[in-house]
Each structure stands twice: as structure tokens, then as C-alpha cells.
């Protein structure tokens, strides 16, 4: 298995939807609803991460197995990749910008957030959560 192939381009495209959809979520509940940066934050990658399942592993991956297990896989992919994302990006951001305001701060942390776990969630759904078989993925790129 290569590691540079069609599953990039393929996995950046279903993340700009992801992106647009789960940040309006995030952005509007934080900044509209007053709610805290975990939920807001937390929000974004429950409605962003089931648009994810389905477009990553149908388009993306090109995945056909149908278990339990796989989606235990995705959802722990997501939410580990979630929270070291989160938890580096606003303690990192908030030294980062000590003088600035703490809406400026939050929304900056976000952004830091969500490069983080692009690069984390691609690889956790590439070579964990949607990883197939050998014979699988042979044929699968066979057909690109």
C-alpha cells in the first residue's frame, strides 16, 4: 500500500464538507448559543463525523465491511483524535496569543484544533478504522 495515492485527494474533499458543515455547527453554538468550547467543539465532530463515516468509507476507502467493530473503530479514531487535537490546540493557542482577548483565543484554539485533527483522523481512518485487507485493497486501486 502506497501511502501518497487517490485516498488523499479523496479524504480532503470529504473534509471540506465536513469542515463546512461540522464548523457552522461549532462557530454558531459557541458564539451564538454561548456554549463552552468542549461542546461547541464536541458538536462539530458528532454532526461532521457521521457525514465522515459514510463518505470516507464508501467514497474514500472504498470500504465494504459491515461491523460493529468498524464503527467502534471510527468513533474511537474520532474521538481520540478529538481530544489530542483539542487539548494541544488551546493551551498552545492561549500562550500563543497571552495578550489577546478570550473570544479571539477560543476561536483561534478551534482553528488550530481542526488542522490537527485533519492530519490525525487521516491517518487513524486510513490505517486503523477503515484499514482493509491486503487482497481488498489490491483490488479496490486496481479499479482507480
Known amino acids: 500500500m502506497k501511502f ?28 451564538l448559543a454561548g456554549c463552552s468550547y468542549w461542546l461547541s467543539s464536541a458538536a462539530n465532530y458528532l454532526v461532521g463525523g457521521t457525514v ?15 461491523s460493529w467493530a468498524q464503527v467502534l473503530r471510527f468513533a474511537l479514531t474520532v474521538a481520540l483524535c478529538w481530544l489530542i487535537a483539542y487539548g494541544l490546540a488551546k493551551p498552545l493557542t492561549l500562550r500563543l496569543l497571552a495578550g489577546a482577548g478570550e473570544k479571539l483565543q477560543t476561536n483561534a484554539a478551534m482553528i488550530v484544533g481542526m488542522g490537527l485533527y485533519v492530519v490525525l483522523n487521516y491517518l487513524g481512518q486510513r490505517f486503523f478504522a477503515f484499514q482493509s485487507s491486503k487482497s481488498e485493497d489490491t483490488d479496490d486501486h486496481m479499479a482507480d
Request: hydrophobic share 50%; glycine share 4%.
Open 52 to 66: 465522515s463515516y459514510f463518505l470516507n468509507k464508501y467514497f474514500t476507502f472504498r470500504n465494504r465491511e459491515r
Open 4 to 31: 501518497f495515492d487517490v485516498t488523499i485527494p479523496k479524504f480532503l474533499l470529504v473534509g471540506v464538507i465536513n469542515t463546512l458543515i461540522g464548523a457552522l455547527v461549532m462557530f454558531l453554538l459557541y458564539n
